[in-house]
């Protein structure tokens, strides 16, 4: 140990902190340059440590743990190679807005110039995709940096940030007392200019043809019932923008559909709109340009954001309401009722029985089609939803991770309480089984079920593992195709003209992977499906299962 000054060691300093910042558990990957880290901590019994056998374990499981319980994600990992191995998973909680703190040791100060095995600029590394990262300098920047990150973490719009920690400044000693007030933990909430929210209610109140774009932010803010109440004084039409939050509820009489942005023809479901009012959502984060605009060119734009960096960022807006977001749509709501003519309420009621005809047929369709998977031969993505939907406990919550998939489980299932729905907005697989883990642990009375793609799942299957040891009792459902198929899926839509049939690295077979005897390796239990007629019982008999369990569905199999 290094002994500089009198006192306590820096790694003291840091679980003191975290104990008074109210800390419970510690996600992490444990290394050589993080020795000091890990014997202090086996001394700390209040601060429950989750082990990962992978970064990319520990960090999705402090996002999935950020975002269902509402407070930071602490994760430690080892040096370049754990942070390099985290990366796909540090971008995806950027994405998500989750507040994490982010943690790796590093060499001693004094040997980084000789370039030391392992090392690295890990804070270089780590900047382009956290909100702030940092290396301690001395022992005595413990609480100051930890302060600040805790701080900068939650401070609105959220994410990760990230602190190196080189070994010898945790072991440096220090005489700092413990200073036992927590890290920031409220912050203001503040509401937009009433100069603004009253023109845009004006540019409202002269549509005919209103439109809503709600996005994951209103999900994680907690913002649903605002957005429903605003959705109904506008007797607007409703569209999501991404499925990872329960944004807006999807058994709302005015909720239309998910509007896929990087689909040609996107445009033609928002042609007829004359304002279209985004609620907390970017426009547009897409994965390629589908080559024609989606917004109408004359429809007036309203951006509600929380944090002023979206509104304007791509596509101009005509007014920019900045602040927190379920104080801001209330304050909207709020000038449209105390404006809105008689004949413009006669209007909107008038817009809102027909969207709820609309929708009462569009339910009766769907019906129609899932009636149809229940007695299809084949298991089909829409059959498994229906029969998951129908087995699952009222109060579960889903987390999902399988892109070609998705469409089925929102199909077959309601979402409107946030908190229900997690999924993965980034788009760096190998998210979704470990976040799982995490949203288990922030809700350890509730039913957990992730839904996998079997490309996703094992990118990060080494989680199991994890699940087993701690004994977390999630029910992972692997949507088997035996292929990456949403990429097939994506160049059918872009390349209609390819045979997808000869496309090479596609198709995950010769051999099929086996995901019961990787699940039972990793002591999980596991069962495979592959005939319709017994899907159902299969599902039943894992959801029962006392522990963690993994069903594997062969989509396609015949009954």
Request: hydrophobic share 45%; net charge negative; aromatic share 4%.
């Amino acid at each position: 140990m290094t002994e500089l000054g009198h006192g306590r060691p820096g790694v003291e300093l840091l679980l003191d902190f975290l104990e008074d910042a109210g800390v419970e558990v510690i996600f992490g990957n444990p290394g050589t340059l993080e020795q000091s880290f890990m014997a202090a901590l086996s001394s700390r019994p209040g601060l429950s440590y989750m082990l990962a056998l992978h970064e990319t374990v520990a960090v999705a499981m402090a996002d999935g743990y950020a975002r269902a319980a509402g407070r930071i994600g602490f994760v430690n990992v080892h040096i370049l190679p754990g942070l390099a191995n985290a990366l796909s998973q540090v971008y995806n909680a950027q994405k998500h807005r989750s507040p994490l703190v982010i943690t790796a040791g590093q060499s001693q100060a004094h040997m980084l110039i000789q370039e030391p095995l392992l090392s690295a600029d890990t804070v270089s590394i780590a900047r382009q995709h956290t909100k702030w990262a940092w290396e301690l300098r001395s022992s005595m920047d413990v609480v100051p940096a930890l302060r600040r990150a805790f701080k900068v973490a939650r401070s609105a719009p959220p994410g990760p940030v990230f602190l190196s920690l080189p070994l010898d400044l945790l072991d440096q000693l220090t005489s700092e007392p413990r200073d036992p007030r927590p890290a920031v933990r409220v912050m203001a909430r503040s509401i937009p200019e009433p100069g603004a929210v009253m023109a845009a209610a004006s540019a409202i109140r002269d549509a005919r043809h209103p439109v809503i774009l709600c996005g994951d932010d209103i999900g994680s803010a907690r913002a649903t019932t605002e957005a429903t109440r605003l959705a109904e004084t506008m007797g607007a039409e409703v569209f999501a923008v991404g499925q990872c939050e329960v944004g807006f509820p999807n058994n709302h009489p005015q909720f239309v559909r998910t509007l896929n942005v990087n689909a040609a023809g996107a445009g033609a479901h928002l042609e007829a709109a004359d304002v279209v009012v985004v609620l907390g959502t970017p426009l547009f984060m897409q994965l390629i340009d589908p080559g024609e605009p989606i917004l109408p060119p004359r429809a007036a734009v309203i951006h509600v954001d929380d944090s002023g960096v979206e509104a304007g960022k791509n596509i101009p807006s005509d007014f920019a309401l900045n602040g927190d977001l379920g104080l801001a749509i209330d304050a909207l709501n709020a000038a449209l009722q105390d404006t809105m003519t008689a004949s413009e309420n006669d209007s909107a009621a008038g817009r809102r029985q027909e969207l709820a005809a609309n929708k009462a047929a569009q339910l009766h369709r769907l019906e129609g089609r899932i009636e149809s998977a229940r007695l299809d031969s084949r298991i089909t993505p829409l059959g498994l939803m229906a029969a998951l939907h129908d087995r699952v406990p009222a109060d579960c919550v889903i987390v999902e991770e399988a892109p070609s998939e998705a469409s089925a489980l929102h199909q077959a299932f309601s979402f409107s309480t946030p908190g229900t729905l997690f999924g993965n907005r980034g788009g760096a697989l190998g998210w979704g089984l470990p976040a799982a883990l995490g949203v288990q642990v922030a809700m350890p009375g509730r039913a957990v079920v992730a839904i996998l793609g079997d490309g996703a799942a094992n990118y990060s299957i080494q989680g199991l593992w994890t699940a087993a040891h701690h004994r977390l009792p999630v029910k992972f459902v692997i949507c088997n195709n035996r292929s990456y198929q949403i990429l097939k899926s994506n160049l059918a839509s872009y390349m209609p003209d390819l045979d997808i049939s000869r496309l090479i690295g596609m198709d995950l077979v010769d051999p099929e992977i086996d995901f019961v005897s990787l699940a039972r390796g990793y002591g999980v239990a596991a069962r495979r499906v592959q005939d319709h007629a017994e899907l159902g019982d299969a599902l039943s008999a894992t959801l029962q299962e006392p522990g963690p369990a993994l069903i594997d569905v062969a989509l396609g199999a015949a009954g």
